[in-house]
């Protein structure tokens, strides 16, 4: 029993230790140089600072990373920036559903144009599609008055397009983006 307990600390002690590791790496100013980096560890380093939180709110993530994804120039700091922004819409929208959502992240890679993919997907409310050209604008927001600044979508812009990248999107009002 001792060992079991003892062992139980072990874990909790490593979990705590990447937890900190992960918001040290997070937290890190961005210094605009562009790096080899993986997306999937970005995806999975951002991840597990929100997992537990989204689950209590009722939103679980679910990860669909294509293994030998190729590494891609960019800067760590905003890609998780973006991620974050795009999870956190996600779950607002999961929560105006409610109770209960799923959010999926799905990597693949597009050897055809030689692109690394992210596919984010949520089961929440939906966009109308009267809203859908305007959500990158900014100080654009459907969210009432306190919720949000309408800047999130667009810094996601901006940073996908300073590293050369496109956004789509494509959502169905009640099923979910």
Known sequence: ELKEILVSIEESGLR??????????????????????SLNDIIENTVSLIENEYKLQGASIEKKLASQLPL???????????????LNNSLWAIKKKGPLGTITLTTDYDAENK???LIISDTGIGIPKENLERIFEPFFSTKEVG??????????????????????????????T
């Not at 992960?22 to 080899?36: C, D, I, P, V």
């Not at 800067?75 to 991620?83: C, G, S, Y």
């Open 147 to 176: 919720e949000g600044t309408g800047l999130g979508l667009a810094i996601v812009y901006d940073i996908i397009k300073r590293h050369n990248g496109t956004v789509e999107v494509e959502s169905q009002v009640n099923v979910g």
């Open 115 to 117: 692109m690394v993919v």
């Open 72 to 86: 891609i120039l960019a800067d760590r700091q905003l890609l998780q920036q973006m991620l974050l922004d795009l």
């Open 16 to 37: 705590c230790k990447k937890i900190v590791q992960n918001m040290l790496s997070f937290s890190r100013a961005s210094t605009k140089e562009f790096e080899q980096v």
